[in-house]
C-alpha cells in the first residue's frame, strides 16, 4: 500500500521569509496530492492540491510542485505570516483506492 | 452553510463503556471517512463508506463499529474492546469519484479522553 513520509517535523521561520515542506511517495499508481493546515483544536482543511498531470500549482502565496519520477512533492509558502502557523499535512491517494494516506505533519511556527 | 459537523468536542468514557461519536454533513456527499490523530501522528483510516448501507474497514477498525443508515450520517461507536481510545477523532467527506482525484472535507473533530 501507499506510504506518505515527510520532512520536517517541524520548522521555524521568520515572518517574510520562505518555508518548504517536502513528502515522498511510495505508490507510483498515486495520482492526487492534496495538502491540508490543521490549526489548534480543528480539523484540517484544504489549501491546495495537485493532480498527477501537473507539475506545479500555484494560489497567491502557497505553491504546490510535484515530481512523478521521484515521487515526492513539496508544499512552498512564500511571504510568511503569523496566521501561517500550524500543522500541515501533505497526502496522497491512488486511483483505485477509497482512502487517502497522510504524512504524519509538519509543525509551522512563523516569528514575528 | 455547507459542512460536517462533529458532536461532541468533548467526550469521556468510562471503563467498559461504549461512545458514540456524531458525524453529520450536508454537502450531499456520498463518501464518508472516520480517521484518528495521535500526537505527532499523521491521520489513520478506521472506516469508511462510500454509499448508503455500505462500509469498509481501515487500517485501524479494531475496537470500533459504524453504520451508514442515511447519507448524511456516519456514526462511529468506540467499543470497550478499543483499550486505548484516547485520541482526536476526525470525521470526512469527499465525492464519491472513481478517479480518486477528490479532496477530503473535514469536520473539527471529537477528542476523546478515558476517565
Known amino acids: 500500500g501507499e506510504n506518505v513520509e515527510q520532512h520536517p517535523s517541524t520548522l521555524s521561520v521568520q515572518e517574510g521569509d520562505s518555508a518548504v515542506i517536502k513528502c515522498t511517495y511510495s505508490?507510483?499508481?498515486?495520482?492526487?496530492f492534496p495538502w491540508y493546515k490543521q490549526e489548534l483544536g480543528k480539523g484540517p482543511q484544504l489549501i491546495i492540491d495537485?493532480?498527477?498531470?501537473?507539475g506545479e500549482k500555484k494560489d497567491q502565496r502557497i505553491a504546490v510542485t510535484l515530481n512523478k519520477t521521484a515521487k515526492h512533492f513539496s508544499l512552498h509558502i512564500t511571504e510568511t505570516q503569523p496566521e501561517d502557523s500550524a500543522v500541515y499535512f501533505c497526502?496522497?491517494?491512488?486511483?483505485?483506492?477509497?482512502?487517502?494516506?497522510f504524512g504524519a505533519g509538519t509543525r509551522l511556527t512563523v516569528k514575528p | 452553510d455547507g459542512g460536517i459537523t462533529q458532536s461532541p468536542k468533548y467526550l469521556f468514557r468510562k471503563e467498559g463503556q461504549n461512545v458514540t461519536l456524531s458525524c453529520e454533513q450536508n454537502?450531499?456527499?456520498?463518501?464518508m471517512y472516520w480517521y484518528r490523530q495521535d500526537p505527532g501522528q499523521g491521520l489513520r483510516l478506521i472506516y469508511y463508506?462510500?454509499?448508503?448501507?455500505?462500509?469498509q474497514k481501515g487500517d485501524i477498525a479494531e475496537g470500533y463499529s459504524v453504520s451508514r443508515e442515511k447519507k448524511e450520517s456516519f456514526p462511529l461507536t468506540v467499543t470497550s474492546a478499543q483499550k486505548n481510545p484516547t485520541a482526536f477523532y476526525l470525521c470526512?467527506?469527499?465525492?464519491?469519484?472513481?478517479?480518486?482525484?477528490?479532496?477530503?472535507?473535514f469536520g473539527d473533530g471529537t477528542r476523546l479522553s478515558i476517565l
Open positions: 470526512a467527506s469527499s465525492i464519491r469519484e472513481g478517479r480518486g482525484r477528490q479532496p477530503q472535507h
Open positions: 505508490d507510483s499508481a498515486s495520482n492526487y
Open positions: 495537485i493532480r498527477s498531470n501537473v
Open positions: 497526502a496522497a491517494r491512488t486511483y483505485n483506492n477509497n482512502d487517502m494516506r
Open positions: 454537502l450531499n456527499h456520498d463518501a
Open positions: 463508506s462510500q454509499i448508503v448501507n455500505d462500509f
